[in-house]
């Protein structure tokens, strides 16, 4: 009776082989794998056990790939090489992201729920969030870079199809200690000595900041740059500085950060965000704008 031996092994192992024979020792092979060494020694013996033969001639200066490793080095080549050849072809096949470019506001709070229960509701579906400025996301859309935006109602979204989505508010977050914490609106010259814990330099919703207070005449002084709309609302809590931040997140975070925020008085705080798509989008586009819209679209 004749018993035929089945030996496993995965990509990893070949690839990791083929680094050694190319290096000449199995530390360069480990390295180009970015596999510690015990690790890749350790693979390459049970690889050795798997085949039942010595694969590699050990000596002093390094290794050497005897006959037998030459075999495995042949057919794990041609096996990489199908392997890349079959995603090359299945690439057209597969599933892309939906490219939705959004601004700092929607990006931070209103889309990141949507986008859970989206991904949740259509598994096979996939979603690319890129934050960027208002002004840059209707041309993002015509020009085919992004497939859904969500946009301040100002910013240029002709021949798109467009929807609402969210009011945006833009406020005053202070200390509850602070003088101004009672009362019901500010405008930006108010706040011009006050240190300013603004958001980083390249979030859309600060460059919208810096332009509309250069707009007014108001040189706005940063202290520092919080990397999120909560942690600019501990700051401000702690009495480290004043923050502009949508109302939504203000008030999200304002039990716990210890604050109050203030209206801006100024037509530009005040922001609907419209989506937008290209008309005749596909299937997964328009089920994406369709649930961040609220239009429930059936299930896969």
């Known amino acids: 009776m004749c018993y035929v031996?089945?030996?496993?092994?995965?990509?990893?192992?070949?690839?990791?082989?083929?680094?050694?024979?190319d290096a000449g020792s199995i530390t360069g092979g480990a390295a180009r794998s970015h596999l510690t060494l015990a690790s890749a020694s350790e693979r390459i013996?049970?690889?050795e056990d798997?085949?039942?033969?010595?694969?590699?001639d050990r000596h002093s200066r390094g290794?050497?790939?005897?006959?037998a490793g030459q075999a495995l080095v042949r057919n794990a080549r041609a096996v990489l090489e199908a392997c890349d050849r079959l995603q090359a072809e299945l690439a057209p096949h597969a599933a892309q992201p939906v490219r939705l470019w959004a601004n700092s506001a929607a990006c931070g709070e209103h889309l990141p729920a949507l986008i859970e229960t989206f991904l949740c509701a259509y598994p096979a579906d996939a979603v690319e969030v890129v934050e960027a400025p208002s002004d840059s996301i209707g041309d993002a859309v015509r020009s085919g870079r992004c497939d859904v935006g969500v946009a301040a109602g100002w910013s240029d979204l002709h021949g798109l199809e467009v929807f609402p989505f969210r009011e945006d508010r833009l406020v005053l977050v202070v200390a509850a200690a602070d003088a101004l914490a009672e009362r019901t609106s500010v405008r930006l010259h108010a706040v011009a000595a006050r240190?300013?814990?603004?958001?980083?330099?390249?979030s859309a919703l600060q460059q919208h900041i810096d332009d509309q207070a250069r707009r007014e005449g108001v040189v706005l002084s940063v202290r520092t740059r919080a990397p999120t709309f909560e942690a600019a609302c501990r700051m401000a809590g702690l009495g480290l500085g004043v923050a502009i931040v949508p109302e939504a997140a203000a008030q999200r975070h304002a039990e716990a950060a210890g604050t109050r925020w203030i209206t801006l008085d100024h037509p530009w705080a005040l922001r609907t965000l419209n989506v937008c798509v290209r008309g005749g989008a596909s299937p997964p586009v328009q089920r994406l704008a369709g649930h961040v819209r609220g239009v429930t679209a059936p299930r896969r």
């Not at 798997?50 to 590699?56: D, I, Q, S, V």
């Open 63 to 67: 290794v050497r790939v005897n006959a």
């Open 50 to 56: 798997r085949f039942g033969a010595p694969l590699l």
């Open 195 to 202: 240190p300013l814990l603004g958001l980083p330099a390249a």
């Open 5 to 21: 031996h089945h030996v496993r092994f995965d990509l990893v192992d070949l690839q990791l082989f083929l680094h050694v024979h």
């Open 45 to 47: 013996r049970a690889l």
